[in-house]
T-cell receptor, first 114, second 115 residues
C-alpha cells in the first residue's frame, strides 16, 4: 500500500459526459501528479500540482482540468468525454515535487467511456 | 528531447531463470534521476528503485539488481532466479531536471515467468 488513495476505482460513463476523479496524497507529501495509461499512448504525464499551485503541465487536453485543494487532495475533471478517453488514470504524490523525489502511485481509476 | 526506450516488449522465461530488462534513455540534462516501477496484474504501480545520474554503483536488493551505465545511457534491471510472482509489466522512467517531478516512462516490458 503506497499510502496514496484514489476514488472511484472504476467509472463507466457515456460519451459527452463529465466525471471527477479524486486523489489523496501520502501524509506529508505536498505534490500531486496525474498520469494517463492507455494501450496506444502508454503512461503519459498530465499535470503536476505543488501545495495548491500548478507546477508542470504535460499532454493534458483542454477538456481536462485539475486542481489541488488546501487539504492537498486533488481532483481531475474530464469533460465532453470521448471513447478515446477510456484509460487508467493514476495519481502519484511526492514530498517536494522536484525531479529528485520518488513518486508513489495510487491504485488508479479505470475509466470506461461507452 | 527526453526519451526512454524499453526495446523488449515481452519476455517469457521459466521459473528460476535469470532475466535482464533493458532500458535506454536520452536526456540533455547533466543531472537526472532514473526509476523502475513494477505493474503486477492487479494494476497498481509499485516503486522499485531510484538512481541519480552521479552514482554509477550497481545496486542489489535480494534477487533484484540494477546496472547503471552513463556511457551507454542504460539502466538495466536483472532478476535472478525468477519466480512466478515476478510476472508483471516493468517500467523504466526518467525524471526531467529542474523544479518539476514529471516522469517520462518507457513503453514497458511484460515479463511472464512460467512455472
Amino acid at each position: 500500500d503506497s499510502g496514496v488513495t484514489q476514488t472511484p476505482k472504476h467509472l463507466i460513463t457515456a460519451t459527452g459526459q463529465r466525471v471527477t476523479l479524486r486523489c489523496s496524497p501520502r501524509s506529508g507529501d505536498l505534490s500531486v501528479y496525474w498520469y494517463q495509461q492507455s494501450l496506444d499512448q502508454g503512461l503519459q504525464f498530465l499535470i503536476q500540482y505543488y501545495n495548491g499551485e500548478e507546477r508542470a503541465k504535460g499532454n493534458i487536453l483542454e477538456r481536462f482540468s485539475a486542481q489541488q485543494f488546501p487539504d492537498l487532495h486533488s481532483e481531475l475533471n474530464l469533460s465532453s468525454l470521448e471513447l478515446g478517453d477510456s484509460a487508467l488514470y493514476f495519481c502519484a504524490s511526492s514530498h517536494r515535487g522536484r525531479y529528485t523525489d520518488t513518486q508513489y502511485f495510487g491504485p488508479g481509476t479505470r475509466l470506461t467511456v461507452l | 528531447a527526453q526519451k526512454v526506450t524499453q526495446a523488449q516488449t515481452e519476455i517469457s522465461v521459466v521459473e528460476k531463470e535469470d532475466v535482464t530488462l533493458d532500458c535506454v534513455y536520452e536526456t540533455r540534462d547533466t543531472t537526472y534521476y532514473l526509476f523502475w516501477y513494477k505493474q503486477p496484474p492487479s494494476g497498481e504501480l509499485v516503486f522499485l528503485i531510484r538512481r541519480n545520474s552521479f552514482d554509477e554503483q550497481n545496486e542489489i536488493s535480494g534477487r533484484y539488481s540494477w546496472n547503471f551505465q552513463k556511457s551507454t545511457s542504460s539502466f538495466n534491471f536483472t532478476i535472478t532466479a525468477s519466480q512466478v510472482v515476478d510476472s508483471a509489466v516493468y517500467f523504466c522512467a526518467l525524471s526531467e531536471g529542474g523544479n518539476t517531478g514529471k516522469l517520462i516512462f518507457g513503453q514497458g516490458t511484460t515479463l511472464q515467468v512460467k512455472p
